[in-house]
Nanobody
Framework: QVQLVESGGGLVQAGGSLRLSCAAG????????MAWFRQAPGKEREFVAA????????TYVDSVKGRFTISRDVAKNTVYLQMNSLKPEDTAVYYC????????????????WGQGTQVTVSS
């Protein structure tokens, strides 16, 4: 049973930074893709970034490129999302997700999800 627990959300002013963490447990993640999604009120859940647990391959949605960085610490079984230069449109609930295999951006392909953490960016 895979467990994903997010933390690090909060309220920040535009231009500020936050680092989200996703503590992963329950099985080895060697071939897994780990991703961050977000969902704003009234909108569909959208892909933000992903990383292969076994290597350094990463993928980002265009709207966060150059501002967000995804990384993982294998020793701590944790995935991070460093978010800089935050904008009000980044306001959403951010979810950590995991799937076996390659990185994809489609929500329905991810098998495991955390409970989400709220990020609010004020203007």
């Amino acid at each position: 049973q895979v467990q994903l627990v997010e933390s690090g959300g909060g309220l920040v002013q535009a231009g500020g930074s936050l680092r989200l963490s996703c503590a992963a447990g329950g099985r080895p993640f060697g071939n897994y893709a780990m991703a961050w999604f977000r969902q704003a009120p009234g909108k569909e859940r959208e892909f933000v970034a992903a990383i292969k647990w076994s290597g350094s391959a990463t993928t980002y949605v265009d709207s966060v490129k150059g501002r967000f960085t995804i990384s993982r610490d294998v020793a701590k079984n944790t995935v991070y999302l460093q978010m800089n230069s935050l904008k009000p449109e980044d306001t959403a609930v951010y979810y950590c997700a995991a799937k076996d295999g390659e990185i994809v951006t489609m929500t329905l392909t991810y098998d495991y999800w955390g409970q989400g953490t709220q990020v609010t960016v004020s203007s």
